[in-house]
């Protein structure tokens, strides 16, 4: 498999663009190369929170990257200069990181209005989830494989959260926002 040297663009990035060894195929079909269909592009932003209640540090980076297995999709997470040994929650949402916080999560199977935060539908099969605990350093790497790739356009961004996720999808406040650049 070649490197894609051309995307190594800082350290973090880097260790994310190692495909899985062994790779995953959903259908069974047997292995099938997987291409990288898109990243996270930008800076994380991290939002102001008037009341001083944002833990993130202004100066946190993240880094994503989306890889089609086939059919299926792995997302990887990587974040730095977060609090040490903390939980959060992470998602891959709808809509671009300056449209309302980047509104609902992506869901693969798009839920009713009423049944939105539903276990039905909110869940780790139709949603991607990212949730992690930071190491002592202020760093994370967390990945999820979901059986589909996001429809084109569907999905626009990681929303970091501040809490781990409940059976509902919730996870608390919006804290910080990576773009992503997908199909
Ligand atoms: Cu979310």
């Not at 790739?149 to 996720?165: E, Q, S």
């Amino acid at each position: 498999m070649k490197k894609a040297e051309s995307k190594l663009m800082y350290g973090l990035l880097a260790l994310l663009l190692v495909p899985a060894a062994g790779c995953f195929n959903a259908s069974g079909d047997g292995p099938s190369d997987p291409t990288m269909i898109g990243q996270g592009q930008g800076v994380l932003t991290v939002f102001n929170d008037v009341m001083g209640g944002n833990p993130i540090p202004m100066n946190a980076t993240a880094a994503a990257v989306a890889w089609d297995m086939g059919g299926s999709m792995r997302l990887t997470l990587a974040v730095a200069g977060f609090p040490a040994s903390r939980d959060f929650g992470a998602h891959l949402h709808k809509d671009p990181c300056d449209t309302g916080k980047a509104g609902g999560h992506y869901q693969h199977n798009v839920a009713p209005m009423e049944q939105v935060s539903t276990p039905a539908y909110a869940n780790t099969t139709n949603e991607a989830w990212l949730d992690f605990t930071t190491k002592a350093d202020g760093t994370a790497s967390v990945e999820t494989i979901q059986p589909w790739v996001p429809r084109a356009g569907g999905a626009k961004a990681i929303i970091i959260h501040a809490m781990r996720t409940d059976m509902n999808g919730k996870a608390g406040d919006k804290l910080a926002c990576l773009p992503m650049a997908l199909p």
